[in-house]
């Protein structure tokens, strides 16, 4: 029903769904109109309000499942790997999209979202696919450990662990690749940056791009947007509120470049980058401004603002084609950066 209903003709939609809402000089896309209309009548606004950790957990995975792509778009090669980590083996899952020539696949190392808290590798493995279909490069997801059972900075260990094995520092590379990235969604665009400032500070071979989709940039302070769209398009304030509480225990510094890369002193340095940014989205603002701070550092730096999208548009290429077609871009920014 949400396939059928994301597809109609615009002007069918608006009749049927109201007309999208503009807030801040934007205009909701039809088909993410269409969306959030059936799922305003089928569960509250928010992940978390109401409900548990495992609760959230649980409803994620489920709404994950029923925007997936089906049948699950084919692979070469889809294989469970597992990664040395600082607190045990870290689960992993390997995509490859077609058989390795002589010339091996880059690889993009990529980190889920669900602000630190939910998803996982089933969450994510509708998107994963997409983009290793769409831009030729292997994909490594990172089952990373989740707060508040590990909160901070376990995400970020275990990150950063899962790049250094990736890329075989000091030794050889395991999976025989010539070039890096990092990538995520969200929380998960979040860890991807932060590893990116761990491998210059570290020595560590830097990433050959960061794919960065709405990320998570400011913790310590209320950038406009979390205001602005903080209700009615899928991702709350509050939702935001709880994932923060969770994984930052009490006392932590939240201005902490590894929580809030948006403050570190120096960005000099980072791999070239593309950000890709969803209008009604409480992330907006930091998304951009990130972008901002980079391009300002000397850090080469693609933007992608969608106007009319909402976060976890990375979730719902299989219903919506605007997100197909925000997600394609960000398959052909990979492309460029890694050919």
Known sequence: ???????????????????????????????????????????????????????????????????????????????????????????????????????????????????????????????????????????????????????????????????????????DPPLAVDWVAVGGDSAGANLAAVVCLLARDKGAPPPAMQLLIYPVTECSEELPSRRTFGDGFLLTRPDMDFFEDNYLPPGTDRSDPRVSVLQAEDLGGLPPAYLAVAGFDPLRDEGVAYAERLREAGVPVSLNLHPGLVHTFANLTAICPSARQAMLEACGALRMGLA
């Open 1 to 171: 029903m949400l396939k059928a209903a994301c597809n109609l003709p615009p002007r069918v939609q608006r009749r049927l769904f109201g007309p999208p809402p503009q807030v801040d000089g934007q205009t909701l896309a039809p088909d993410i109109q269409a969306l959030l209309w059936i799922a305003a009548r089928a569960r509250s606004d928010s992940f978390t309000e109401g409900v548990g950790v495992e609760e959230a957990r649980a409803h994620r995975l489920l709404e994950a499942r029923i925007v997936a792509e089906r049948p699950p778009l084919p692979m070469a090669l889809v294989e469970e790997v597992e990664i040395p980590g600082p607190a045990g083996p870290i689960a992993a899952r390997l995509y490859m999209p077609r058989e390795q020539s002589d010339a091996p696949l880059p690889l993009v190392v990529y980190f889920h979202g669900g602000g630190w808290v939910i998803g996982d590798l089933e969450t994510h493995d509708s998107p994963c696919r997409f983009l290793a279909a769409n831009s030729g490069a292997q994909v490594l997801a990172v089952d990373y450990r989740l707060a508040p059972e590990h909160p901070f900075p376990a995400a970020v260990e275990d990150a950063f662990a899962a790049y250094v094995w990736a890329t075989g520092y000091p030794d």
